[in-house]
């Protein structure tokens, strides 16, 4: 099961954007549950543990998919370059 963080994507702490992915808040212990041993995605800013609400959608999909013993859907070529597109032009705006 895989899912990232695409740059250029909005960062909230982790509760806040399952929230906002899910409609629920959940305990911090589901939170660090889900961090450490389900591979939720994400990355720290200033030693703040932040995803996004794309990522926690994308996580969900993966996961649910492997619950149920299908593959994850692969990204086509066309989503794949799209997504670089976007995250130089996110990095080139930033001036990176």
Do not use: C
């Not at 906002?20 to 041993?37: D, I, M």
């Not at 926690?56 to 066309?78: F, Y």
Request: positive net charge; without cysteine; proline residues 7%.
């Amino acid at each position: 099961m895989t899912a990232e963080i695409v740059p250029g994507e909005k960062l909230y702490p982790l509760a806040d954007a399952i929230e906002k992915a899910t409609g629920y808040r959940p305990s911090p212990s589901t939170v660090w549950r889900w961090k450490l041993r389900k591979g939720l995605p994400f990355v720290l800013v200033g030693a703040i543990p932040r995803t996004s609400v794309e990522a926690v959608h994308r996580w969900n999909e993966a996961a649910t998919a492997a619950d149920r013993g299908e593959s994850p859907k692969a990204r086509t070529n066309r989503q794949r370059e799209a997504g670089i597109a976007k995250a130089e032009r996110a990095l080139a705006e930033a001036g990176i």
